[in-house]
């Protein structure tokens, strides 16, 4: 029979939150398992996008193709450029000097639609509208890249775009690629979905071509769920000790307990 003094007040709360514990460590351990699975699906995704042969994108948009599920496939797009709404992409680092991306709306070929192209990137000190005259491509250009989804809100942390003051028509800089909001400064539909110009042998002049795929791994998910697993085990399995340990140094303060448990 259990003594009496683990019915106490003291001892039921004690237990209680020992459990909530328990049970809280394994949610955890749960969730990292869940980014592992998440991380898994993302990678796989990625890496069927990366060894799929090239897309022709002129020919992808006459056959209306999937193209928001085909994030960072290589593709091959013409046409040409609209610098009239062109816009920048704040807060991009080259070599520890801080500058803009960018993003300006290719006409294709062909078509009546547009889509956004990060050129790459620029210096800080060059990126007003009269500067950025200099770095603009004329006549038909054919762009090599990779496709990339926008983002609806900024990353954790992040700040999101300002609305339009009173009077504003249009943002130059954003925070975010966020189409949704481009597109109503763009003449023309936007696809929805962009391209990021790839690095051009030869090329070594302004903007400066930047294409960072992501990492491949699957992070540190399962030590994570590992761990917090081992302290859910560690705190289930010992608070049953713990409380034995503790009632039994609690009745030999207590002889006349201790007298009684025995009676």
Do not use: C
């Amino acid at each position: 029979m259990k003594p009496a003094g683990f019915w106490s007040v003291r001892w039921t709360l004690t237990t209680l939150l020992a459990i909530a514990g328990v049970a809280v460590l394994a949610r955890l351990g749960i969730w990292q398992l869940d980014r592992l699975a998440e991380r898994r699906a993302f990678n796989q995704r990625v890496l069927s996008q990366l060894q799929a042969s090239p897309l022709d994108l002129n020919a992808a948009v006459n056959q209306a193709a999937d193209l928001f599920n085909m994030e960072y496939r290589s593709v091959t797009v013409s046409g040409e450029y609209d610098f009239s709404q062109e816009v920048l992409l704040r807060n991009q680092v080259l070599d520890g000097q801080l500058g803009f991306h960018v993003l300006t709306p290719l006409r294709i070929a062909n078509s009546d639609q547009m889509v956004l192209v990060d050129r790459g990137w620029i210096p800080f000190d060059q990126s007003a509208p009269d500067q950025r005259v200099q770095f603009q491509e004329l006549g038909r250009v054919v762009v090599q890249g990779v496709i990339r989804r926008p983002q609806s809100k900024p990353d954790f942390g992040g700040i999101p775009d300002p609305a339009l003051a009173e009077g504003e028509t249009r943002l130059d800089a954003w925070n975010i690629v966020n189409l949704d909001r481009i597109q109503h400064q763009v003449s023309a539909p936007l696809l929805d979905v962009y391209i990021v110009q790839s690095p051009e042998p030869g090329w070594s002049g302004l903007p400066a071509r930047q294409l960072v795929l992501p990492e491949i791994t699957e992070g540190p998910h399962m030590g994570y769920a590992l761990q917090w697993f081992t302290f859910a085990g560690i705190l289930a399995l010992g608070y049953p000790f713990f409380v034995r340990r503790q009632l039994r140094q609690s009745a030999s303060r207590d002889p006349q307990a201790a007298a009684a448990r025995v009676g």
